[in-house]
């Protein structure tokens, strides 16, 4: 399993500060009946939960009982620690403010119980269907860990202050600010947003995070603040082609300020086209003569990492294609080997 060791200490002394505080909690440390007629054993030992869990490998939780926390990864992206204890007389976890205790089934599934219950926007693992899972593999964050700056391909920013709790996100046309926090919960760290929790989502490498509020790599309808976030501050982007922050000394701009439609020579009647939206997501159009204009490739961009006013329009549709693209003028693009395309409209 993956995590930042880094934070442990961290982790343990917030730890000695929690208290089961949640909706629910359980009144004895019996099995229920209705558990027990479906010949569900209650678990009663700790140690026994210790290890990965898994739902077909997309939902995962990870159990500690030397040091008293889980981990819960969600299958849309959320991942946290949370409370292990057995202060009750059996295991239970603090998952999204709820209580849950454990059952076996004789086929050694495991099923999370949840003492109480909650409204529909309330996340919840009632009966979900664990087994173990040795194979699977975790990446977890605190709050420390994204401290600093983050940007996406679309040029949108996200300012996390870790010690103070809040941050600052900017887009092209959209701003906002507000506090950051975890609440160890098993949902792990998240900025409030509008009365809403957006949950901060690392990637299996550790480098990077999406943005989720329900869907994996998805937060706004309007598109705002979805995609990667990659770190900005003090990153080192000379590993690799190009990378999806653009550069200011390499005379870049941010992709969404090509928003229109482009054509090869200026031929409003040209064969093909090029749409580039507000976020800057492009779109690769072919018409033949009478018909419909078909989108045969779309994608985003990229930025060159050693080379002027270049950038990558990285297919999302062809796995490995990439056009490199050259800012000829403000309203001029030089499209792979295509020739120059001129803004238009």
């Not at 009946?33 to 569900?40: D, F, L, Q, R, V």
């Not at 159990?63 to 299958?75: E, K």
């Not at 849309?76 to 202060?87: A, I, K, S």
């Not at 507000?278 to 072919?286: A, E, F, L």
Request: proline share 4%; net charge negative; hydrophobic share 30%.
């Amino acid at each position: 399993m993956k995590t930042r060791k880094k934070y442990r200490s961290l982790l343990l002394t917030l730890l000695l500060c929690l208290s089961l505080t949640a909706c629910g909690s359980p009144e004895d440390d019996l099995a229920s009946p209705e558990e027990t007629a479906k010949g569900n054993t209650l678990v009663t030992d700790m140690e026994f939960l210790d290890g990965m869990w898994s739902v077909d490998g997309l939902s995962m939780l990870y159990f500690d009982s030397g040091n008293g926390w889980y981990i819960y990864h969600s299958a849309y992206g959320p991942t946290g620690y949370g409370e292990f204890t057995d202060e009750t007389g059996k295991p239970m976890i603090n998952y999204a403010g709820f209580l849950y205790d454990f059952y076996l089934r004789e086929d050694g599934v495991l099923l999370p119980n949840q003492n109480g219950s909650g409204g529909s926007d309330t996340p919840s693992i009632d009966h979900h269907t664990f087994r173990r899972d040795d194979a699977a593999e975790l990446t977890v964050w605190t709050l420390e860990d994204l401290d600093g700056s983050w940007q996406n391909a679309a040029g949108e920013t996200i300012v996390i202050d870790a010690a103070a709790g809040e941050y600052t996100a900017q887009a092209p046309r959209y701003s906002a600010e507000g506090t950051a926090r975890d609440e160890w919960q098993g949902m792990g760290p998240y900025l409030y947003d509008n009365g809403s929790r957006a949950y901060l989502c690392p990637a299996p490498d550790g480098g990077s995070f999406t943005i989720s509020s329900g869907v994996a790599g998805c937060y706004s309808e309007g598109g705002h603040f979805d995609g990667v976030f990659y770190r900005i501050d003090g990153a080192d982007v000379s590993a690799g082609v190009s990378t999806d922050v653009w550069s200011d000394e390499l005379y870049q701009h941010d992709a969404c300020q090509f928003e229109g439609v482009w054509y090869p020579d200026g031929d409003l009647a040209a064969e093909t086209y090029i749409r580039i939206d507000d976020i800057g997501r492009w779109s690769y159009y072919r018409r033949a003569p009478g018909a419909e204009p078909v989108e045969t490739d779309y994608g985003t961009f990229s930025y060159s990492v050693d080379e002027t006013s270049i950038y990558y329009a990285d297919s999302a549709l062809h796995d490995g294609v990439s056009y490199r693209v050259f800012e000829l003028d403000d309203d001029a693009l030089v499209w792979d080997d295509e020739g120059t395309y001129y803004w238009m409209e």
